[in-house]
């Protein structure tokens, strides 16, 4: 397998947890982000997007549909629990850290406010902040006992919330102290070895947060 990656992508990070998680193993291919507007990387992805995940034949494209993915084809540890309603809830907590709070602080929205002379640290802090006052309730609300997002083992939504607080805490200067049960599952994720060997400083392409 191989996957489209960039260390400080917010999105491919979540893809790298899941595959160390399930114990995979995988090449890791660095996109720069100025090489993701290229004609020839529109051929690998044409949103233009990391990440990027080949298998054989299979090439897919969004984090959620790519950890799904890895679920489905390959055997345990599960990224899910086995009951519907975790299972949901495990999907709601990925989804709305995927769909409602990471498309705010993208790359394409940092040229578009540069371009309407926007403060961008004001807008992402103002919007991750927004996002993070809901996902500590969410955390705290009917999670039943348990370490991580969802119950004592780590699950795709861990995998979703570790790089959205390393952005938070690393790239803009989000106080998590706010937020303590965010905090706390993030320090317990922090613990996990598969989680570690994931992080932005840990791969080979680390330069400077970045995107
Ligand atoms: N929903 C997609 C989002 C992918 C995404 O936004 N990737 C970022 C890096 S974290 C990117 O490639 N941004 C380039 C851009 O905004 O043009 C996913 O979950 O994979």
């Known amino acids: 397998m ?6 400080t992508s917010s999105c491919a990070f979540r893809v790298r947890i899941a ?3 399930k114990g995979l193993t995988c090449d890791f291919i660095p996109v720069l982000t100025k090489d993701q507007s ?4 529109r051929n ?5 997007l990391v990440p990027v995940l080949v298998n054989g034949n299979d090439k ?3 984090s959620l549909a790519i950890m799904e993915y890895l679920e489905d ?5 599960s990224l899910l629990p086995r009951d519907p309603a975790g299972r949901a809830r495990v999907r709601a907590i990925s989804q709305y850290i995927v769909s409602d709070i990471q498309p705010l602080q993208n790359t394409r929205i940092d040229a578009q406010l540069e371009r309407w002379e926007v403060d961008a640290m004001d807008w992402k802090q103002h919007w991750i902040n927004h996002g993070f006052a809901a996902l500590e309730d969410m955390l705290g609300a009917s999670a039943g006992p348990g370490k991580f997002c969802h119950g004592d083992f780590p699950t795709m939504a861990d995998c979703c919330l570790v790089p959205q607080v390393w952005n938070a805490v690393n790239r803009y200067s989000v106080e998590l102290s706010a937020y303590p049960n965010i905090e706390a599952v993030y320090k317990e994720c ?5 989680i570690d060997a994931a992080m932005p400083e840990k791969q ?5 947060p970045k995107d």
């Open 2 to 7: 191989q996957l489209y990656t960039r260390a």
């Open 19 to 21: 595959l160390n998680l």
């Open 38 to 41: 290229d004609e020839a990387f």
């Open 44 to 48: 690998i992805n044409p949103q233009r």
């Open 60 to 62: 897919i494209g969004q």
């Open 73 to 77: 084809k390959f055997g345990p540890p």
């Open 190 to 194: 922090l613990q996990v070895p598969a």
């Open 204 to 208: 080979s392409d680390y330069k400077q």
